[in-house]
């Protein structure tokens, strides 16, 4: 029986075409796909449309003011996210033979460890690896572990429990939780803190989206949802915010003591007896050509975050 032919080069889609389409499939409009791809809209238009033509496919339904992709285009999008993941693996297998630490390098991190953790590495991770581009991509969880399997990260820092089954995981630190509430507060007693004892509606947590709200309240073992106040902070400045104006008390991971969101601020931290703990780590694909090199990366991040264990 005769092999089905193989397509010819001139019917192959450019990386080009599949970047841009990728990014219209995401966006879900032109022209904010054509701005991430900084391109005009009218030369990204015509891209779209000479991938259309080489593949002979309907991609898109423009018959109405939103940009629709057709099921066929959902499929294509899919194929093309693997196609540019594993050209991207070319360019990476050859920085890795350039030397470690050199070109750029996508790093992923959960909104709450950004401020507290970055301020303390960056400088000297900048001084330590001047060829070393780093690019910071703040995003909460879900979402950098869904950058991470499309391609779009090389590497995130997370806060664990969380499943991550398809991903290589590097253990870094674990840290404790620690009470979080305004100096001279008469809302609870620090010194003698149970969250059996707080009033309905005084716990703060961020809201649904965040793991910090759920290993706060397995750590510190939140049972009872009446202790905590039915409004959820939107971002971690806003929950800050809120416990500075004394409006309920919250928990902090213990990398926040001393960083400038509390400095600034007349928030005080104290251990809790029964109070838990998140681990920290540093997560990639497993499939990843730089993986020693990350190892790497992580032993060095954990030595300037100043923790031992």
């Not at 779209?48 to 057709?70: A, Q, Y």
């Not at 950058?147 to 089954?165: F, H, I, Q, T, V």
């Not at 928030?267 to 703990?277: E, L, N, S």
Request: charged share 25%.
């Amino acid at each position: 029986m005769a092999r089905p032919k193989e397509p010819t080069p001139a019917r192959l889609p450019s990386v080009r075409q599949l970047r841009y389409f990728v990014a219209l499939e995401e966006a879900g409009h032109f022209g904010r796909a054509a701005d991430a791809c900084h391109v005009s809209p009218s030369a990204f238009s015509v891209a779209i449309r000479d991938l259309e033509n080489t593949l002979d496919l309907s991609l898109v339904d423009r018959s109405n003011r939103t940009v629709t992709i057709t099921p066929t285009g959902r499929e294509v999008a899919a194929q093309a996210r693997l196609c540019l993941r594993d050209i991207g693996q070319i360019a990476t297998l050859a920085e890795t033979r350039r030397g470690p630490m050199k070109g750029p390098l996508t790093l992923g991190i959960i909104p709450t460890i950004a401020p507290f953790l970055l301020p303390r590495i960056l400088p000297r991770l900048r001084r330590l690896f001047p060829e070393l581009k780093l690019f910071i991509r703040e995003e909460q969880t879900d979402t950098l572990v869904a950058g991470l399997e499309k391609g779009s990260l090389d590497l995130a820092l997370l806060a664990r429990p969380y499943p991550l089954p398809k991903l290589g995981v590097m253990p870094l630190f674990k840290e404790r939780f620690l009470l979080a509430c305004r100096q001279r507060t008469e809302l609870v007693n620090p010194e003698s803190f149970s969250v059996n004892r707080v009033n309905a509606g005084n716990i703060l947590l961020l809201e649904d989206g965040h793991c910090l709200r759920d290993h706060a309240m397995a750590a510190c073992r939140v049972r009872s949802m009446e202790k905590v106040n039915a409004f959820a902070a939107s971002s971690l400045l806003t929950l800050l915010a809120m416990v500075e104006g004394d409006l309920g008390v919250t928990f902090l991971p213990e990398m926040a003591v001393g960083s400038a969101l509390l400095k600034q601020s007349r928030i005080r931290t104290w251990p809790m007896k029964q109070g838990g703990q998140r681990e920290i780590t540093l997560t990639w694909r497993k499939s990843s050509a730089r993986q020693e090199e990350f190892r790497a990366l992580g032993r060095h991040i954990k030595e300037l975050a100043g923790v031992d264990n």
